[in-house]
């Protein structure tokens, strides 16, 4: 019995010391990943000197002037799988940072990204650097997990557009860069415009009178999403909001939304106006590109987009068409956020900087239809895209697309009563009053 | 319960002697705690401890998460706790959370009432089919009618979404030919009572409430949209239990069945008073899974309508991806995963009362 015993003991102690080499397999790599960083320095000096670039060297001058040493430091940045001409430009980007720097940065897009951010801030080991949607801002924020941008990591933070600075703005406190931003506008059929003798509509009377003109047996004026994502533009054009500017407050019950709603409602009512849905498509821009759509409101995105899928297809780019109270946009953005409890605040930060740089802006947006979010790279972006201009001009006045934490539901709620209200099945009034309701109950 | 345990005299006697045996036989019996029985436990170990670690803690993790405010981006533990609050929210305070939940029940709830039946018949139709001894091509019918199953369900659900497109498959053959399945919100119910001359809610049933919800609007029946996702999901599910259903048949002995041939009973006799009947633990089996399947319903709606049109597809399961990922609140999430935790032990338990074995009690 004895030896028995003895056995299951040996067992045990086999179990226990499979566990500690298992839990020991990341001490390991951590140890072998600085040694190899240790070594490392070197060889990325030859390289460097054997490039020897004048800006480089520059560069390099200034991470040592900010005195972060940056020689081995293991980033990680998160992010959400995009195109994959995307992905590549940010992994170059990357790893022109590193040869730069000597860090060792990486790129990780994440499938399922919200879930695999929220699971790693809980477990309290984050990524160094993370994509931060605007929506996502104020939940992030409140539960405590994002660091402000401390003073002077950024280099000219009054290049970025104000615009977008106050959408990562919470009670004064700025938290962290925008990465790129895009906007809406009114995407048209200059063909079709011509052809019907019109010009681009650039106030909601014109608009209504366009969309009803080019509007034919197996084409419909306009078209674009059936949700808050879109229609709010009116609703700001109208001078309001569902929420007030401090999100404290249900706005819609106004007579602005009222204007704002019974305008959309009555071009849907008159068939000018159709949901993507209605006339079998996915999105706005599958309306427009596939000709089931004379005009549509979108972001920058649609241009890649129709370049892909209907590269045949004219299309110009208009400002929103301006309302009651003038005009009003969506600016739709995401920054670059460290966490609070990050391992290495300063590497991080520098990697922020690196990418958000004037020069860093303009090398990301480069070749793609996201607009950078400083001013000074604004005239470079123009440049290679003419002919989106009216995003760029949107920007000026752009509201931020965020809800309060824990307030979101009201987006759906309105989205809901929205679709309703333009099948027909209720009115203006109705859908002021459901969303009133659930205000509410949730502010 | 066999029959050993029927209390006559003459089996008492026989129960008598059963339980001497099996006193004597205590010794060698598996006792979990001699030698044999800590081996056993060894072998166990390592799916148990599977199971400890990755079902046994996140379920009661959940269960006390559920009792908190918590975010889901903080350590869950750092929170506060709420006692009942956010189970208070979902069942007893009027407001706009109680009404999701109650508008992601009745969307499942007619969901389920539809796909289940559907699919065990369908299931139990083809197995029997198949079954046949004389039908040629047996297996390339079973693999036809399993292939469904294998596939993935995002793929599944992104051909399902150009089928039903107005101009997709569905409508070209079918003589309406405007109906836009997946973006329709109107109820079935509501549509088929229009068709009838019904179109307002008649008033008690418009100021009648339960859970913030009409009892008008608790009789929407499934939305058009749901109803596509139904036919999706019955169409992917039915080679699953078909399988379980073929297995269960071959247990049935070919003596039963030509016995019941021999004394003139037709097909659909012999379907419905040999085959049926002893196929009855298998059917219960069949019907247990398709009632925990239907309750958890998740990858179509996130792959196909995301809730939409109008909250007509929100179903618990999506809610709690929903409350938990897009909208911060993982407590509400944790609290719907629980509740509906709690709805399908009820609906399982109620359907192996009703379909329990009464001739056996």
């Known amino acids: ?443 | 319960m066999t029959t050993a345990t029927k209390p006559t005299a003459e089996a008492g006697g026989l129960r008598a002697r059963l339980r001497k045996l099996q006193q004597s036989n205590q010794p060698q019996r598996a006792q979990i705690f001699n030698r044999e029985g800590l081996w056993g436990w060894i072998f166990v170990s390592p799916a148990l401890l599977g199971m400890i670690v990755f079902l046994a803690i996140p379920i009661g993790m959940s269960v006390l998460v559920s009792l908190r405010d918590w975010g889901g981006i903080t350590p869950p533990f750092e929170s506060e706790f709420v006692g009942a609050d956010n189970y208070r929210e979902l069942l007893f305070d009027d407001n706009i959370r109680r009404k999701d939940f109650a508008i992601s029940l009745r969307n499942n709830l007619y969901y389920v009432l539809g796909v289940v039946p559907v699919q065990t018949f369908i299931a139990l139709i083809l197995a029997v089919v198949l079954n046949q001894k004389r039908l040629k091509g047996k297996s390339f019918f079973r693999t036809a009618y399993y292939f469904p199953s294998i596939t993935s369900s995002i793929a599944v659900s992104l051909i399902f979404l150009f089928m039903f497109q107005t101009r997709g498959a569905v409508n070209a053959l079918l003589p309406i030919q405007d109906i836009n399945w997946l973006v329709n919100p109107n109820g079935i119910i509501h549509n088929l009572l229009g068709v009838v001359g019904v179109d307002e809610a008649p008033g008690w049933m418009e100021n009648n409430e339960f859970m913030s919800l009409s009892l008008w609007e608790w009789a929407s029946g499934p939305s058009v949209a749901m109803l596509s996702i139904m036919i999706l999901v019955t169409w992917t599910t039915v080679g699953t239990f078909m399988l379980i259903f073929l297995a269960g048949l071959q247990n049935i002995p070919v003596s039963v069945e030509e016995a019941a041939e021999l004394d003139g009973a037709s097909w659909w006799q012999r379907f419905r008073f040999v085959t049926v009947p002893m196929m009855k633990p298998t059917i219960v089996f069949v019907i247990s899974l398709g009632l925990i399947g239907t309750w958890q319903v998740f990858d179509q709606i996130f792959a196909i309508s995301f809730g939409g049109p109008q909250k007509s597809t929100l179903t618990p399961a999506f809610l709690t991806y929903f409350q938990t990922f897009q909208n911060g609140e993982a407590s509400l999430g944790a609290a719907i995963a629980v509740l509906l935790f709690f709805i399908i032990m009820a609906f399982t338990v109620l359907q192996r009362w009703l379909m329990r074995d009464k001739d056996r009690l």
Do not use: H
């Open chain 1, 1 to 443: 019995m004895k030896n028995y015993w003895m056995r299951i003991a040996a067992l045990l102690f086999a179990f226990a010391l499979i566990a500690a080499a298992c839990g020991g397999g990341d001490d390991d790599a951590t140890e072998s990943g600085e040694s190899s960083a240790a070594t490392d320095p070197p060889e990325t000096d030859e390289a460097m000197e054997e490039e020897e670039g004048a800006m480089e060297e520059e560069e390099e001058a200034m991470e040592e002037a900010a005195g972060v040493d940056l020689a081995g430091a293991e980033l990680q940045l998160w992010g959400w799988a995009s195109s994959a001409a995307e992905d590549t430009q940010l992994t170059s980007l990357v790893a022109q940072f590193n040869s730069d720097t000597g860090a060792d940065a990486t790129f990780e897009p994440q499938p399922e990204y919200d879930v695999a951010l929220q699971a790693s801030l809980a477990a309290g080991d984050p990524p160094d650097v993370f994509y931060v949607d605007s929506g996502k801002l104020p939940d992030l924020v409140d539960s405590g997990a994002l660091a402000p941008v401390p003073d002077g990591v950024l280099s000219d933070p009054d290049d970025i557009y104000s615009s977008l600075r106050d959408v990562f703005t919470i009670d004064g406190t700025w938290y962290c860069p925008p990465k790129d931003f895009s906007t809406l506008g009114l995407v048209y059929d200059p063909v079709a415009l011509t052809e019907a003798g019109l010009e681009v509509p650039t106030t909601w009377e014109e608009l209504a009178t366009v969309a009803a003109a080019l509007t034919t047996a197996d084409r419909v004026g306009l078209s674009f999403g059936a949700e808050y994502a879109r229609a709010g533009s009116f609703l700001f054009q109208a001078g309001t909001d569902i929420l007030t500017a401090d999100g404290t407050a249900v706005a819609i019950d106004s007579d602005g939304a009222r204007q704002a709603l019974q305008y959309l409602a009555d071009l849907y009512a008159a068939g000018s106006v159709a949901s993507p849905g209605d006339i079998d498509t996915g999105w706005g821009g599958e309306a427009f590109g596939s000709g089931a759509a004379a005009m549509t409101i979108e972001g920058n995105w649609i241009v890649g987009f129709l370049g892909n899928e209907f590269p045949d297809r004219d299309f110009a780019v208009a400002e929103l068409p301006q309302g009651p109270q003038g005009q009003g946009n969506f600016a739709f953005t995401v920054c670059y956020g460290v966490a609070s409890n990050a391992e290495n605040p300063e590497q991080s930060w520098a990697l922020v900087e690196y990418l958000t740089s004037a020069e860093g802006a303009a090398a990301w947006t480069s070749g793609f239809q996201v607009m950078p979010a400083r001013e000074s790279a604004a005239a470079g972006w123009l440049a290679d895209n003419p002919e989106l201009s009216a995003f760029v001009d949107g920007a000026a006045y752009a509201s931020r697309f965020q809800f309060p934490s824990g307030v979101g539901d009201i987006q759906g709620v309105f989205d809901d009563a929205y679709q309703r209200l333009i099948a027909g099945d209720i009115t203006v009034d109705e859908l002021i009053k459901e969303v009133v309701d659930a205000g509410d109950d949730l502010l």
